[in-house]
Nanobody, 125 residues
Framework: QVQLVESGGGSVQSGGSLRLSCAAS????????MAWFRQAPGKEREGVAV???????FYADSVKGRFTISLDNAENKVYLQMNNLKPEDTAMYYC???????????????????WGQGTQVTVSS
């Protein structure tokens, strides 16, 4: 089993920055790929960024150049640095993991086995 706990959400104005953290615990073999998703009210959950333990990174087009995903293997944490935030980035952000190398396929939420409870990000104009 894997436990994922997100933190770092909050409210910022458009153009601001936030850094989300996801602390992982449990069976390390079950988090080879780590991903951030978001879900706004009334919308489907969408993949934002993926990183594998060998540090390959993938981003949704909507966040490329603004968001950066990183992994601290020693601390068992994955981060999402979000810069130049826009009101359309407002959503609940979730951390997820899987034991497989899935690359951009990890943007399909049905493929990720383990999920955190989420942290809210609100961007005002």
């Amino acid at each position: 089993q894997v436990q994922l706990v997100e933190s770092g959400g909050g409210s910022v104005q458009s153009g601001g920055s936030l850094r989300l953290s996801c602390a992982a615990s449990g069976d390390r073999s079950l988090w080879f790929s780590m991903a951030w998703f978001r879900q706004a009210p009334g919308k489907e959950r969408e993949g934002v960024a993926v990183i594998s333990r060998d540090s390959r990174r993938f981003y949704a087009d909507s966040v490329k150049g603004r968001f950066t995903i990183s992994l601290d293997n020693a601390e068992n944490k994955v981060y999402l640095q979000m810069n130049n935030l826009k009101p359309e980035d407002t959503a609940m952000y979730y951390c997820a993991s899987d034991s497989r190398t899935c690359g951009t396929a990890c943007f399909n939420p049905r493929l990720l086995a383990y999920w955190g409870q989420g942290t809210q990000v609100t961007v005002s104009s």
